[in-house]
């Protein structure tokens, strides 16, 4: 996290000169061992003990009265959450949103996890809206859990995108309230290629201050709830979500939400194997159209000038930061499979 | 990094839309996005029950669909119930057919389930649109496909 000071920003200038303070705001082995905490206390490991630490080898069919049970087949591990050496999971799309009935801060993050038997995204609260120093223990309110009555209600994967408050006001205003609304993308793509999600879904929720992590009985509108949305009739398969904004209403009926997110620019029909393809990532974008509560796919990429030793772009975020001026910043995607975060000005 | 157009992130820039969902609600209720030309491919199965095709399909219509693609002319408020479409506007029906009792290849087509297939277009589109499905079996239809707005 860094401040910005926008009258200091001119194009070439150093990230110096305009980007000030950073800060961290969470560190990865901090969110892995709260994580970790946190699935040993709702989720006790019961007939078999963990093999070198809590949070580990969750048993398939754990109960939880509050958070879901779980599922799946395999048992579900966060434990490489815990240490570097493991390698974090933590996926580096976060989602603060600033809660103005408390004035607080939220701050929604996702995890990879290795099949549906864990939870993926989890969430801090923080009264500190200027995050000075690193969020902790004290601060971590859990994993979220959302009912999706066709697929799983773990909310396992970590493709995720929240704004709140809700920007078209399906759900009216409600003091004490606060709205939001959220895309997820979920699912196996030919049943064995965990790579690229199958199927997305839009929601919006009418409260997430009272509870941030528990989502069933506020979601207002729940759009491709019957299985999901499948993207360009399932061609483009979703990689990362990147971030909401509101389209608003113009001459047609198109007031909606807009989630960026990138795909492989081909169909991943790797049936049997479950090697990564190194393939090229476009930007496309989906709609939620909250009115027909239906989730629609626009037919063209975005597409972006870049150099040769770029084959794609992810994680695409769209801001207006720090000049004002309406732009996307994105990873490039190389051969290599190395993230160069494109922020040349 | 890279400046753009706003324009550019609305639905009306893209060439086509595409409406998809693993299954659809039936009735499907949408937003045209200001298009106005709709493309539709439709296959569903019934929820319940083996519905083998039988040798007297003529005489057998429990799964013939009839396809009302009908426009809301009222309230487009979601909550106030327009989802549902039920009776303002017949709208305009699409026939379907019964399962043919072989295929091309001389075999029976598959018992366990029965699968739909139409395909149909519609222009001069209005703002929203439903599309509902029946037959005469009272089994629950699931509609997948996917609807293309040019």
């Known amino acids: 996290m860094a401040d910005v000071d926008e009258s200091a920003f001119k194009p070439g200038a150093q990230a110096s000169e305009w980007l000030l303070n950073p800060r961290l705001v969470l560190s990865t082995l901090q969110a892995g061992n709260d994580i970790i905490?946190?699935?040993?206390?709702?989720?006790?490991?019961?007939?078999?003990?963990?093999?070198?630490?809590?949070?580990?080898?969750?048993?398939?069919?754990?109960?939880?009265?509050?958070?879901?049970?779980?599922?799946?087949?395999?048992?579900?591990?966060?434990?490489?959450?815990?240490?570097?050496?493991?390698?974090?999971?933590?996926?580096?799309q976060f989602w603060p949103i600033y809660d103005y009935v408390d004035n607080s801060i939220l701050l929604f993050f996702s995890i990879k996890t290795p099949n549906v038997n864990t939870k993926a995204i989890y969430c801090y609260k923080t009264t500190d809206t200027e995050i000075r120093t690193p969020l902790t223990s004290s601060q971590f309110l859990g994993g979220v859990i959302f009912a999706l009555p066709f697929y799983n209600p773990n909310a396992s994967s970590h493709r995720f995108s929240i704004i709140s408050p809700d920007p078209l006001v399906t759900t009216p205003r409600v003091a004490g309230q606060q709205s939001a609304v959220f895309f997820y993308a979920y699912g196996v793509f030919d049943g064995s290629t965990p790579d690229h999600g199958r199927w997305i879904e839009a929601s919006v929720i009418s409260d997430i201050h009272t509870n941030p992590v528990n989502w069933n009985g506020k979601i207002t509108l729940f759009a491709a709830i019957n299985g999901g949305g499948v993207d360009v009739a399932g061609q483009y398969n979703p990689d990362k979500l990147g971030s909401i904004f509101v389209v608003p209403q113009g001459n047609t009926t198109s007031a909606c939400y807009a989630c960026l997110y990138n795909a492989t620019t081909d169909r991943d029909i790797r049936s049997g194997s479950n090697a990564l393809v190194i393939n090229a990532m476009q930007i496309r974008i989906a709609y939620f159209h909250p009115a027909a509560n239906v989730l629609a796919f626009g037919s063209d990429p975005i597409s972006f000038a870049s150099g040769v030793g770029t084959i794609g772009h992810c994680r695409p975020q769209f801001t207006t930061y720090p000049d004002g001026v309406p732009k996307i910043i994105y990873n490039d995607f190389a051969f290599d499979q190395s993230l160069k975060t494109v922020w040349s000005t | 990094m890279e400046y753009i157009d706003p324009q550019v992130l609305?639905?009306?820039?893209?060439?086509?839309?595409?409406?998809?969902?693993?299954?659809?609600?039936?009735?499907?209720?949408?937003?045209?996005?200001?298009?106005?030309?709709?493309?539709?491919?439709?296959?569903?199965?019934?929820?319940?029950?083996?519905v083998p095709p039988t040798n007297n399909p003529q005489n057998d219509p429990q799964y013939a669909p009839v396809f009302q693609i009908a426009e809301y002319d009222g309230n487009y408020d979601y909550s106030t119930g327009a989802y549902f479409l039920d009776n303002w506007d017949v709208g305009t029906l699409v026939l379907g057919t019964q399962e043919p009792t072989t295929r091309f290849d001389g075999y029976s087509p598959p018992t366990d389930i029965s699968i739909k297939l139409v395909e149909f277009s519609a222009e001069d589109l209005p703002a929203y649109i439903s599309i509902r499905i029946k037959a005469q079996s009272t089994n629950t239809i699931l509609p997948y496909g996917v609807i293309v707005l040019e």
């Open chain 1, 37 to 92: 905490n946190w699935f040993d206390a709702n989720y006790p490991y019961t007939s078999v003990p963990p093999s070198g630490g809590v949070g580990q080898e969750t048993p398939n069919g754990q109960s939880n009265s509050t958070y879901g049970t779980l599922q799946g087949g395999s048992p579900g591990n966060v434990s490489r959450m815990a240490s570097f050496s493991t390698g974090s999971s933590i996926d580096g």
């Open chain 2, 10 to 50: 609305r639905p009306e820039h893209h060439r086509k839309i595409y409406i998809t969902e693993d299954n659809f609600p039936n009735p499907l209720f949408f937003s045209t996005f200001g298009r106005k030309k709709l493309f539709a491919r439709l296959h569903f199965f019934a929820s319940t029950g083996a």
